[in-house]
């Protein structure tokens, strides 16, 4: 059983910063991607940010040049600067990871970008 344990978030204003981190923890053997993505009301789950098995990242168009992915390999952790925050930014905001080819989702954790 793989788990994942999100924190981070919060309100903040426009043009301000949050992060957010991921663990992953459990019975993991191989992990092919590891990520974020995030749903506003309304709407799909949209990627957000996210490395593939084979290291490299791909960004969501609206975020790219704003936010940035890193990750921890020893502690199966991911993390993500979100820089200049826009209203359209708030979503809930979802760790994904596939690993042993299963895909496992966080619990979401919201991100609130209001004056």
């Known amino acids: 059983q793989v788990e994942l344990v999100e924190s981070g978030g919060g309100l903040v204003q426009p043009g301000g910063s949050l992060s957010l981190s991921c663990a992953a923890s459990?019975?993991?053997?191989?992990?092919?991607?590891m990520g974020w993505y995030r749903q506003a009301p309304g709407k799909q789950r949209e990627l957000v940010a996210l490395f593939s098995s084979g290291g490299s990242i791909n960004y969501g168009d609206s975020v790219k040049g704003r936010f940035t992915i890193t990750r921890d390999n020893a502690k199966m952790t991911v993390y993500l600067q979100m820089n200049n925050l826009r209203p359209e930014d708030t979503a809930v905001y979802y760790c994904?990871?596939?690993?042993?080819?299963?895909?496992?989702w966080g619990q979401g954790t919201q991100v609130t970008v209001s004056s």
């Open positions: 459990g019975n993991i053997y191989s992990i092919n991607t």
């Open positions: 994904s990871l596939i690993a042993n080819t299963i895909v496992n």
